[in-house]
Nanobody
Framework: VQLQASGGGLVQAGGSLRLSCAAS????????MGWFRQAPGKEREFVAA???????YYADSVKGRFAISRDNAKNTMYLQMNGLKPDDTAIYYC???????????????????WGQGTQVTVSS
């Protein structure tokens, strides 16, 4: 499956952005999906995940500010980001996996498919 992330940009601290991840495959609904981010000089880190049954999970650093969702009819996943902070500045990647289990959602190596990334920059 091919993934296309979009929606990044430059925003002031406290602002909002909504990222989208469009999938090419009509079996999108069978995949567990995730968002990761990578800041310069840092490792790729887990942000959020959503399973086929729409169960959602978040990193502690974004809990209460970010919301992950999916529209299976549109083969698209979203990440609504509110209350953005300069520490949220990173390239955001979407990912998909057909056999993800709960204990592995934060491990980027478990995801089989990746989008190209979209830059999010939060100014102070």
């Amino acid at each position: 499956v091919q993934l296309q992330a979009s929606g990044g940009g430059l925003v002031q601290a406290g602002g909002s952005l909504r990222l989208s991840c469009a999938a090419s495959d009509r079996t999108f609904s069978s995949f567990a999906m995730g968002w990761f981010r990578q800041a310069p000089g840092k490792e790729r880190e887990f942000v959020a995940a959503i399973f086929r049954n729409t169960g959602t999970y978040y990193a502690d650093s974004v809990k209460g500010r970010f919301a992950i969702s999916r529209d299976n009819a549109k083969n698209t996943m979203y990440l609504q980001m509110n209350g953005l902070k300069p520490d949220d500045t990173a390239i955001y990647y979407c990912a998909a996996d057909s056999s993800l289990i709960l204990s592995s959602i934060q491990r980027y190596e478990q995801y089989d498919y990746w989008g190209q990334g979209t830059q999010v920059t939060v100014s102070s």
